[in-house]
């Protein structure tokens, strides 16, 4: 009761900031936590006549769709590597390009920005045919130029030798304008005077980046990094299923979990099979985000999460 009425008193004391925050927390409400009561769909056989509460209870087996399958280590391997590749390689340019951006003038930042974030607004559908304006087997721009150097044609979506780097390039193109403008803000929060005590001790720059930049945005990676982990098996269906063109020659490299899923049901059609997955998918993520918290709080309590 102590603590309740601790509580109150500073929701009382601070209601005027509480409120500003109401919306947020309606929406959070409505769209993450009330659409929790259909996690019981995925341990049941799903009747549209009999609804989420009449359905009969099947226990596991909605479960046994994703575990019995014979591709179930080749999707999750591709999940999980690429998303490792995908943060590895994100993180990496975004910290580059931020402390790139950080050396500019004002007005080119600005300049550069919007030319990088221009992507991210971008969906995949749309990307996916401009890639196959770079790609396409005979008319495709890389084709073209291969056929003037007097080389071969690549026929790129029967091919899944090349899909990998394909998905990287595509991955970072995308996203590098988003997490750039995150690390570029989390730079504009350091204190200006440490640059300029480094700089009157001689520094240079490439020390000052490794000196005071990287462990000035330490927590901030270790955030990023740790609510990364949460979607490791969780694929960007978009890039997995438009890019390649739902080409059938390249599930090799670019089937995931989430493809695998979708394809699968459009022939099954059973409502709890996906929700099985789906809960899967959440269950690992949460425990990947609790662990990796962990492990950072072991190494430094400060960069921690919770």
């Given at each position: 009761m102590r603590l309740l009425k601790k509580e109150w008193g500073y929701f009382r004391k601070n209601s005027d900031i509480f409120l500003f925050s109401l919306p947020g927390v309606i929406k959070l409400l409505i769209f993450a936590y009330l659409p929790m009561f259909g996690i019981m769909i995925a341990f049941k056989e799903y009747r549209y006549d009999l609804g989420i509460?009449?359905?009969?209870?099947?226990?596991?087996?909605?479960?046994?769709?994703?575990?019995?399958?014979?591709?179930?280590?080749?999707?999750?391997?591709?999940?999980?590597?690429?998303?490792?590749?995908?943060?590895?390689?994100g993180t990496a340019a975004g910290l580059m390009l931020a402390m790139l951006l950080n050396e500019l003038k004002r007005g080119w930042v600005k300049v550069h920005q919007t030319i990088m974030f221009i992507p991210f607004f971008l969906s995949w559908v749309v990307i996916g045919y401009v890639g196959l304006a770079f790609l396409d087997p005979q008319k495709g721009y890389v084709?073209?130029?291969?056929?003037?150097?007097?080389?071969?044609?690549?026929?790129?979506?029967?091919?899944?030798?090349?899909?990998?780097?394909?998905?990287?390039?595509?991955?970072?193109?995308?996203?590098?304008?988003?997490?750039?403008?995150?690390?570029?803000?989390?730079?504009?929060?350091?204190?200006?005077?440490?640059?300029?005590?480094?700089?009157?001790?001689?520094?240079?720059?490439?020390?000052?980046?490794?000196?005071?930049?990287?462990?000035?945005?330490?927590?901030?990676?270790?955030?990023?990094?740790?609510?990364?982990?949460?979607?490791?098996?969780?694929?960007?269906?978009?890039?997995?299923?438009?890019?390649?063109?739902?080409?059938?020659?390249?599930?090799?490299s670019t089937e995931i979990i989430d493809t695998y899923v979708y394809r699968s049901l459009q022939s099954i059609g059973t409502l709890g099979m996906t929700a099985a997955v789906g809960l899967f998918q959440s269950v690992i993520g949460f425990i990947l985000v609790i662990g990796s918290n962990l492990i950072v709080r072991k190494l430094d309590d400060d960069n921690a999460l919770f």
């Amino acid at each position: 009761m102590r603590l309740l009425k601790k509580e109150w008193g500073y929701f009382r004391k601070n209601s005027d900031i509480f409120l500003f925050s109401l919306p947020g927390v309606i929406k959070l409400l409505i769209f993450a936590y009330l659409p929790m009561f259909g996690i019981m769909i995925a341990f049941k056989e799903y009747r549209y006549d009999l609804g989420i509460i009449g359905s009969p209870w099947v226990g596991l087996q909605n479960f046994e769709f994703l575990f019995q399958s014979d591709v179930l280590y080749r999707i999750t391997r591709n999940t999980v590597v690429y998303n490792l590749i995908f943060i590895i390689v994100g993180t990496a340019a975004g910290l580059m390009l931020a402390m790139l951006l950080n050396e500019l003038k004002r007005g080119w930042v600005k300049v550069h920005q919007t030319i990088m974030f221009i992507p991210f607004f971008l969906s995949w559908v749309v990307i996916g045919y401009v890639g196959l304006a770079f790609l396409d087997p005979q008319k495709g721009y890389v084709n073209v130029i291969l056929v003037e150097l007097g080389r071969q044609p690549i026929n790129f979506y029967n091919d899944a030798t090349y899909w990998p780097l394909i998905l990287v390039l595509a991955n970072l193109w995308k996203g590098i304008g988003f997490t750039t403008l995150v690390y570029y803000a989390g730079i504009m929060g350091i204190d200006p005077t440490y640059y300029e005590a480094a700089r009157m001790d001689g520094a240079t720059k490439r020390q000052m980046a490794l000196r005071i930049t990287l462990p000035a945005l330490a927590p901030l990676i270790s955030v990023l990094l740790i609510l990364a982990m949460g979607g490791m098996f969780r694929g960007d269906f978009g890039l997995f299923f438009f890019l390649p063109n739902n080409s059938p020659f390249l599930f090799r490299s670019t089937e995931i979990i989430d493809t695998y899923v979708y394809r699968s049901l459009q022939s099954i059609g059973t409502l709890g099979m996906t929700a099985a997955v789906g809960l899967f998918q959440s269950v690992i993520g949460f425990i990947l985000v609790i662990g990796s918290n962990l492990i950072v709080r072991k190494l430094d309590d400060d960069n921690a999460l919770f």
